[in-house]
């Protein structure tokens, strides 16, 4: 093996268990899985855009269904972050000030 594609592997899979472990000190044995980070849902702010709400998964697997349902999570991921990242605490836009 290739001193590149060696260190190209080493990386990618360290990358893949990077915050994985649920170990505090190097050494540690794993005790937890990973917790699912949940999606940005920002509270509704008089003056802006209502947040998007989350599709559903689909209760049939198909290729069509889960495009589907990925597209529309991805969209409203999307509108969700840049208005958490666009109004503060009090409501007001960053931008606006």
Do not use: K
Not at 7 to 30: F, I, N, Q, Y
Not at 37 to 44: D, F, K, R, Y
Not at 62 to 79: G, L
């Amino acid at each position: 093996m290739e001193r590149r594609d060696f260190l190209g592997a080493l990386a990618g899979s360290l990358a893949g268990l990077a915050g994985c472990t649920g170990a505090d000190t190097v050494g540690e044995t794993a005790t937890a899985a990973c917790e699912p980070t949940p999606p940005p849902m920002p509270e509704s702010e008089p003056g802006f855009p209502a947040p998007r709400l989350y599709p559903d998964p689909p209760a049939q697997l198909t290729r069509e269904s889960v495009r589907s349902f990925v597209e529309s999570f991805e969209r409203a991921h999307r509108f969700n972050s840049v208005l958490a990242d666009h109004v503060d605490a009090e409501g007001h836009s960053a931008t606006c000030r």
